[in-house]
């Protein structure tokens, strides 16, 4: 009898992480998520889906429909006194109808309650098992119309479960749900990042004995090796065009960053230090790669010019600063903050202001959703590694956790692409 070292692609996960929310934004919009028609017969309701988005995102305040029969279906259905009386601000109605070929037609209308008229509509075509995907790019439609901001809802999440010795890196929905099994091992996985095409993962593994760089199309299970150098291979980076990645490898001694193309080949050095330098992230711009170094005597964050250049330090506030991550417009960088503790903390580029944002005293790599507005990020709940999320104002906290193991290492998708599902 043997084990497998590795399996590959889209295996079923064991168990979809559990979401609690233990905080909200401080002024919660008033929304209503009426029962789609023709739900109850569908094997996913789409208005239970929405609701469980938006009430998880903290920025809102969920009106109860229950009562007021028949749920309507169209704008001439709805008598807005009824939803005033509620305290609902607006309300998202819609209908499912089934088609002779098997797909199903959804449509959706957003409603501003008080002003009585319609913000959005939209109409999709989708097979039953896009139901729960159709749910989130309404939740995203709503959640823009009525912030002003990006939703996230139908982006996927990467990290890494631990299960009794054996170590898995899951793919799954913002939500925790569908989660699949991208590639398990013996040996421990870390570091996953995701291609700005939202297909490829590269990662970290350890199944060679040594820290190896991985690419792998998180769909199809198709992998190869980027970077397998003398000594250690890891912190991988993904530059915003895809082309490249930015690796920390220790071939030349001491740990440095390096850029190397995203198909492999040679790697080519930044810069020389005297320190240790790693935990590369580009700036959205691609014009900086930021990153973790000890040469000042502990370990800051410092940016360097992407073609290489003088290292300038962002960090001075206290002796440990790791793990930069910078928002999507450029504007504020995310760390891990020593200060009684491993927080996450949020920087203001321009003004260099720090603030700390978590609660949980054992945080490490914190990851920005595509709309800069939250960060996921790892901690220690009752001796368990467990998934985490705070705003970026700090205002709104989750907890993911799986009741089957650890979780760790986390990575935000980006947006999908246009037309996708």
Not at 46 to 56: E, F, G, K, P, Y
Not at 88 to 95: C, V, W, Y
């Amino acid at each position: 009898m043997f084990i497998l070292p590795l399996l590959f692609a889209a295996l079923p996960a064991q168990a979809a992480l559990q979401i609690d929310i233990v905080g909200g934004a401080a002024n919660q919009i008033p929304v209503s998520i009426v029962p789609f028609g023709g739900e109850a017969a569908m094997p996913q309701q789409i208005s239970r889906i929405v609701n469980a988005d938006l009430q998880r995102s903290g920025m809102f305040k969920m009106i109860d429909p229950a009562g007021i029969v028949p749920a309507p279906v169209e704008p001439t259905d709805v008598r807005f006194a009824d939803w005033q009386a509620r305290g609902a601000d607006a309300m998202a109605i819609g209908k499912i109808i089934a088609q002779p070929n098997g797909k199903l037609e959804v449509h959706f209308r957003l409603l501003d309650v008080v002003r009585q008229m319609q913000l959005a509509g939209v109409s999709y075509v989708v097979s039953p098992s896009q139901l729960r995907a159709t749910a989130h790019k309404i939740a995203d439609v709503i959640y823009e119309k009525l912030t002003g901001d990006i939703g996230v809802f139908s982006t996927r999440i990467a990290y890494v479960m631990k299960l009794s010795g054996r170590y898995e890196l899951q793919v799954a929905d913002a939500d925790g749900e569908g989660a699949q099994t991208v590639v398990a091992s013996a040996e421990p996985i870390i570091s996953p990042a995701w291609a700005p095409d939202g297909q490829r993962l590269a990662y970290v593994s350890f199944e060679r004995k040594k820290p190896v760089i991985f690419v792998q199309n998180v769909d199809t299970g198709q992998r190869y090796v980027l970077a397998n150098f003398k000594g250690s291979n890891s912190a991988p980076a993904w530059s915003p065009d895809g082309s490249k990645l930015a690796i920390a490898l220790t071939r030349d001694g001491d740990t440095q960053i390096y850029t190397i193309g995203a198909q492999g080949g040679p790697a080519t050095r930044l810069m020389s230090s005297s320190g240790i330098d790693t935990e590369p992230f580009w700036s959205p711009d691609g014009q900086w790669i930021y990153f973790t170094s000890d040469r000042g005597g502990s370990p800051q964050i410092y940016r360097l010019p992407a073609g290489g250049g003088a290292a300038q330090r962002l960090t001075f506030d206290g002796a440990y600063n790791v793990s930069p991550q910078v928002t999507p417009d450029g504007s504020q960088m995310v760390f891990v903050h020593r200060e009684g503790g491993d927080h996450v903390a949020i920087m203001d580029l321009a003004s260099r202001q720090v603030q700390v944002l978590s609660d949980t005293k054992e945080d490490e790599s914190p990851s920005f959703a595509p709309n800069g507005k939250i960060i996921l990020y790892a901690t220690q709940l009752g001796g368990r590694g467990v998934l985490a999320a705070v705003s970026a104002d700090g205002r709104v906290k989750q907890r993911l956790a799986s009741k089957a193991g650890d979780v760790r290492e986390p990575a935000w998708g980006p947006l999908p692409k246009a037309g996708g599902q």
